[in-house]
């Protein structure tokens, strides 16, 4: 079974730019995670979509970040601009569903390092 | 508000040593309680989770933890550690809807 994948591996940008995260969930999870995960902190929850529908994006600084999972499948993560505190792990994370038995999947992140 | 200390940042084991990694909970109801691994430049992989009913829950890679409520804990063991166990490690609870991690412990193991 394939797992979570994301692109790219890492990235490394100035701020002020902008950057695009990409990913792509375990075939037939309907559930899809992003995460941020700040060097010596747990990861936090930047946004959830059940299929291809938000379901929590409470923590997601919406003036500059924003995602969206077309057809329910794969799904990106913008930033733009970037500021040097966006500097992070991005995971990715899917499941089959939304209850608490579900198990979540995590792909291996994309590590943004913002000069 | 719900939430998860993990009061150890670092912990270090010489190889074969035995293993308790502390998670205490801010929850009023039964939580679900959750523990991950992430190895350096992977994504976090599931060791094991409480529900209900046994307090004491069996995990891969030879892990175990026990919900203590009278404490609010969910202590991470393992009896015999093993070189490629160090990593890091997060307890996390479920709430509404999504999963809040604590901020982790870091497992550093010696020959």
């Known amino acids: 079974e394939a797992g979570v994948a994301q692109s790219p591996r890492y990235k490394i940008i100035e701020k002020r730019q902008s950057v695009a995260f990409w990913c792509n969930p375990i075939?037939?999870?309907?559930?899809l995670y992003w995460y941020q995960q700040i060097l010596g902190q747990g990861p936090k929850l930047l946004i959830q979509f059940q299929n291809n529908g938000v379901v929590d994006d409470s923590q997601l600084p919406k003036d500059r970040f924003s995602a969206e999972r077309l057809k329910g499948v794969d799904s990106t993560l913008k930033i733009q601009p970037a500021k040097l505190e966006d500097s992070a792990v991005y995971l990715c994370a899917s499941s089959p569903g939304r209850t608490p038995n579900e198990k979540l999947f995590f792909g291996s992140g994309t590590q943004l390092s913002v000069l | 508000a719900q939430s998860v200390t993990q009061p150890d940042i670092h912990i270090t084991v010489s190889e074969g040593a035995s293993l308790e990694l502390r998670c205490n909970y801010s929850?009023?109801?039964?939580?679900?309680l959750f523990w991950y691994v992430q190895s350096p430049g992977q994504g976090l992989q599931l060791l094991l989770k409480?529900?209900?009913?046994?307090?004491l829950v069996q995990g891969i890679k030879g892990f175990e933890a026990e919900f203590k409520r009278s404490q609010s804990s969910f202590n991470l063991r393992k009896p015999s550690v093993h070189w490629s166990d160090a990593a890091e490690y997060f307890c996390a609870v479920f709430n509404t809807d999504k999963l809040i991690f604590g901020t982790g412990t870091r497992l550093q193991v010696f020959p």
């Open positions: 075939s037939g999870h309907a559930t």
């Open positions: 929850y009023g109801a039964t939580p679900y």
């Open positions: 409480y529900f209900s009913g046994d307090t």
